[in-house]
């Protein structure tokens, strides 16, 4: 091995005028630790017990052989699993997400959802996938105390509302859901849950990238929604306006004090801009705080324009 390793040291060097890391090129033992790739350990597997019943030929006689000797495993690190999992952990404990608490239901469990995906796939191939399990749980009760902890209430209760049944490839899954309806369409659905951890050796890796359509903006969209971002009021009942800062880095300069509430909004969702009528836009501007009320949304358009003509 070492006198391959200085073959091909030599055939970087003298042909394609290339070095060698010599901290990063190691021979390691397959069968008694890991090299590592990609965020893979790649091993050698053994295991004499593990045995497959095969038949010799066309006969009818068949005998037990060793399945898995001698073939390559890719497996996940437990240091990665370790450090997936303290993202979502405080105290060797699952903890809220402040930072999601002002965002929709249905926005919280996508972003769950997404990152958790994202995780299960990219290591689909290694055989110990089933390990995800541990940090599919601790995701799972931080993603019910993010809820609970934006509708103040129990995580018990963010499970009786939450939680339901789903079929996938023909398995049951208990996943979390939040559907919106849509006039004329089919709902807007958001699923925590619901991916299976069976190891797929021949798994394919979808790495191209695929094709991004240029929508609108994410500021164009809230504009266009005409809601305040703080008491939600509309603009049937006060005008919309937009506040804007230099920099996020300003949010910063509340030191030693309470940050106001829209402070702590422009910090979470880290954008320097927020939608708001013209009341909680002069509050803001007066150093008042912003104190006014929710506004409904239950009355109709007529009845707030016979209310302005009055």
Known sequence: AEAIKQQLATFLREELKLSLSEEKTVITH???????????????????????????????????????????????????????????????????????????????????QLEYRGIVEYYRMAYNLHTLSRLKWIMQQSLAK??????????????????????????????????????????????????????????????????????????EKRLLAQVCEVCEATRLTDQIEVHHIRALKDLRTYDGREKPRWVKIMAARKRKTLVLCRTCHDDLHAGRPLKRAPVSRSRTEEEIRSCWKA
Not at 34 to 43: I, N, Q, R, S
Not at 153 to 160: A, F, L, N, P
Not at 162 to 182: A, H, L, N, W
């Open 30 to 112: 397959a069968r008694s630790s890991a090299a590592k790739f990609l965020g893979y350990e790649v091993t050698i597997l053994q295991n004499d017990a593990k045995r497959s019943r095969v038949k010799r030929g066309n006969t009818k006689r068949s005998f037990d052989q060793r399945s898995i000797n001698a073939g390559i495993g890719l497996r996940i690190p437990r240091a990665v699993l370790q450090d997936k999992c303290a993202c979502y952990m405080k105290n060797g404990k699952p903890i809220h997400r402040s930072e999601l608490e002002n965002e929709s239901d249905f926005t919280i469990i996508s972003t769950y």
């Open 146 to 219: 993010t809820l609970a902890h934006k509708h103040k209430t129990s995580v018990r209760k963010i499970y009786k509302k939450y939680q339901t049944e789903i079929e996938v490839e023909g398995k049951r899954y208990k996943v979390f859901q939040v559907k919106i309806p849509r006039e004329g369409k089919k709902p807007l659905i958001a699923t925590w849950g619901g991916i299976t951890l069976t190891w797929e050796m021949q798994a394919t890796l979808e790495d191209r990238p695929g094709w991004k359509w240029s929508g609108r903006s994410e500021l």
